[in-house]
Nanobody, 124 residues
Framework: QVQLVESGGGLVQAGGSLRLSCAAS????????MGWFRQAPGREREFVAA????????DYADSVKGRYTISRDNAKNTVYLQMNSLKPEDTAGYYC?????????????????WGQGTQVTVSS
């Protein structure tokens, strides 16, 4: 079983940057595809970004493409989400998740393990 713990959230002004981390314990994350999702109050959880095992292919939601970068360090059992040019509409709880599938999947119900989330608030 994989345990995931997110960190790095906080309050930032519009245009600023944050880097989220997702530290995994248990089996190495090298065997999992990893994803980031976000959920704002009153809204459904939505796909943000995902990264496959080696080779590390990536996919992004259109709303974050060009601003966010997902990466992984299998040696540290950690996945990152670099968020630049943040906008107030990026405000949400951000969650990382692990998926045993061989291809990137964007549906949250497909993912097997989840972290507890970290809050990102972007002020205008």
């Amino acid at each position: 079983q994989v345990q995931l713990v997110e960190s790095g959230g906080g309050l930032v002004q519009a245009g600023g940057s944050l880097r989220l981390s997702c530290a995994a314990s248990g089996p190495t994350i090298s065997i999992w595809n990893m994803g980031w999702f976000r959920q704002a109050p009153g809204r459904e959880r939505e796909f943000v970004a995902a990264i496959t095992r080696v080779p590390a292919n990536t996919d992004y939601a259109d709303s974050v493409k060009g601003r966010y970068t997902i990466s992984r360090d299998n040696a540290k059992n950690t996945v990152y989400l670099q968020m630049n040019s943040l906008k107030p509409e990026d405000t949400a709880g951000y969650y990382c998740a692990a998926d045993r599938a061989l291809v990137i999947r964007t549906g949250s119900s497909r993912y097997d393990y989840w972290g507890q989330g970290t809050q990102v608030t972007v002020s205008s």
